[in-house]
């Protein structure tokens, strides 16, 4: 698993207010820290909003669906709850991830 890729991640049980369900995922994490550790930092992706509102939502695209990238939610999510390999971001700079990402922001899904 490297960082930029986009991955279902299952999100149950939760608590509160806290990002529901399995979803597309951003993994912000990346080598060594990845490979060494049995946690991942993802950001939570959700279709429910479609535009940038900064600086908690950040619009994407995700299996070519508009959806917007839930800062707020970032979290470490233990290897186990990774579903399967969607694909990848693809790099535009418009500001916002590029420091998780190494100078890249996550836009859309390139398969």
């Known amino acids: ?11 149950e049980p939760t608590l509160g207010s806290e990002i529901k369900k399995t979803r597309p995922a951003v993994i912000l994490s990346g080598q060594p820290f ?6 991942l930092i993802v950001v939570p992706l959700s279709t429910s909003h479609q535009r940038t509102e900064f600086p908690l939502l950040v619009a994407i695209r995700s299996s070519g669906r508009p959806s917007v990238a839930v800062v707020d939610q970032i979290k470490a999510a233990a290897k186990e709850r990774f579903v399967r390999k969607l694909g990848e971001a693809v790099s535009y700079d418009f500001g916002i991830g590029s420091t998780y990402l190494g100078g890249r922001s996550p836009c859309s899904l390139s398969q």
């Open 1 to 11: 698993m490297k960082r930029g890729e986009i991955r279902l991640v299952n999100f």
């Open 34 to 39: 990845n490979r060494l550790r049995r946690t």
